[in-house]
């Protein structure tokens, strides 16, 4: 395997994920969703997440690679609302490796899934992600992206002892 200065030198190439890639596409999504990323974000990065959407939407599914290297991923589908004339794009997870991540390969995957969207008739993508993750909210500014809404999401740590509450046996 290339060391990281080599693989950048060559043009990535960006494919369509095969089942081959699934260990390398999984371990890259380790490093960069981890739990100091997203510790009580509403879905968290594990296998299912490559598998269910190579499954459902394998076009949409794409990696890419400098020689046999894989450098980053792009997990996508689409989703058709009932009674909507819309089609929307949605961009569930955008990878790269950590040590690579300002060498234009987020940009360059971002453009292929664009692309493919559009000839499946997309009208909208959608991304989401954490409000203070300030290098991926930049990056997809970047993309083109705006009217930014943040959600509120509550969490409960049960784990706490001040959170439980002890029941009382008849």
Not at 31 to 42: D, G, I, M, N
Not at 137 to 146: E, L, M
Request: proline share 4%; net charge negative.
């Amino acid at each position: 395997m290339q060391d990281t200065p080599l693989a950048l030198e060559e043009h990535p190439r960006i494919r369509e994920m095969t089942i081959d890639d699934f260990p390398e596409v999984f371990h890259i999504g380790e490093e960069v969703f981890t739990v100091e990323y997203s510790q009580s974000l509403y879905r968290t990065w594990d296998e299912y997440e490559i598998t269910t959407l190579f499954n459902s939407d394998s076009e949409l599914c794409l990696v890419a690679e400098a020689g046999e290297q894989i450098l980053g991923f792009a997990l996508g589908t689409t989703v058709k609302k009932h009674n909507s004339p819309w089609k929307y794009g949605y961009l569930v997870w955008l990878g790269v490796r950590p040590d690579i991540q300002k060498g234009r390969v987020g940009s360059r995957l971002f453009n292929e899934i664009k692309r493919r969207l559009i000839e499946q008739g997309v009208r909208m993508i959608i991304i989401d992600t954490s409000a203070d993750n300030l290098p991926a909210v930049n990056f997809f500014k970047k993309q083109g992206f705006g009217d930014i809404q943040e959600h509120v999401y509550m969490s409960l740590n049960l784990t706490r002892k001040a959170h439980k509450k002890t029941v009382k046996k008849p």
